[in-house]
């Protein structure tokens, strides 16, 4: 029996599937839309001071529910692994958790209170396997991440306050393949005004500017620069992108309006500045103003920044070699289509970090479930990468 394979058995006998399963339905049992994480947040810690942990409760900006942090150490120096996991879910009537034919359903079930509990478990397991030999697990839970209620704030905070590792496992329900290139995310509302009072279209003033035809000169506009746009592609994440996604103006048909405004996405791929594309976006924008004697507000909301993982990069060497040990081959590489909170890592510290979860489905609905077997699968698959990842020193 090779060292792996031994260790494989020592830590998949640790998995506790009830221990797990209970966990989850603690989680999933305390209502926490966006912004509303403190009871579920206080749940947790105290679930990880009853295995004896030892437990932080940074504010990170966040008053109403401080994070939760757990630091465990192998003894000899070695690399830091981070897990974490958000406790937030959307705004959508609370669903209690429930168990049937091996699936997990409620509140966060998917998204994702079931993939916090199986960090949790790999880190009862590492502590009481004593497998971890080297190196340390940095375990972080917080709020407001989901939008638009929530942008990545407390996140945010808590990586500008230090409470990072080398490398982030976040256990958001992904299994089909490994992502390593997504396109960061903005969202922007433009409303364009004229001067005067609303009035009958036949007594309005001559050279009085048209909104409408201005909304629609805008749409033109952002149109070319999407074709623009359309010629920055990559192979994984796909191609950079400006999208309208609805336009609103006028009140009844022969009033002329003061009023017209759009709404829609700004996505730009790795190694291209956010900045740049907001004060871009806002030029094309202050420039039809000024052609038109408008006033045209942006409203730019960013969402998060573009993500990138190296394929050499140790924790995907640690993460694959320890996939591959429990099926038979590596997860296959691939994008990242939606923006998660390894954007964040990526984008404010260059921190690599890989989103994988358990088969799950139903986020963002009243339905949401996971695959409870997975469930135990990913939780001995977290345990195994951080003794393979931490125990190389840095
Ligand atoms: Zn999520």
Redesign the pocket.
Known sequence: MNTDSELVERLRRAVQRERLLDTAQQLIAVPSRTGEGGAVADRLAELLRGDGFTVERPVAGHINAPAVVVRFAGGKPGRTLQFDG?LDTVFLPFAPPAVADGQLTGSGAA??KSGVAAAVEALRVLRETGALTAGSILFTAHDL??APWGLGQQLNALIAEGYVGDAVLLP?SMYEHLPLEGRGNATWKATIRRQGEPVHEVMRPANEPNVLAIGAELIARLIDLDRDLSKQIDPLAGRASVFIGQIHGGEIYNQYPQECWLEGTRRWLPGTSPAEVESAFRALVSELADATRTTIEVEWTFIRDAFHLEPNDPLVQAFQRAYTTLGEKPLPLGPKPFV?DGNSFYGIKKIPAITHGPRAGG?HTLNEWVDIDDLVRVAHLYALTAVLYCGESP
């Open positions: 958000h998204d994702m991440h989901e958001e998660d986020q």
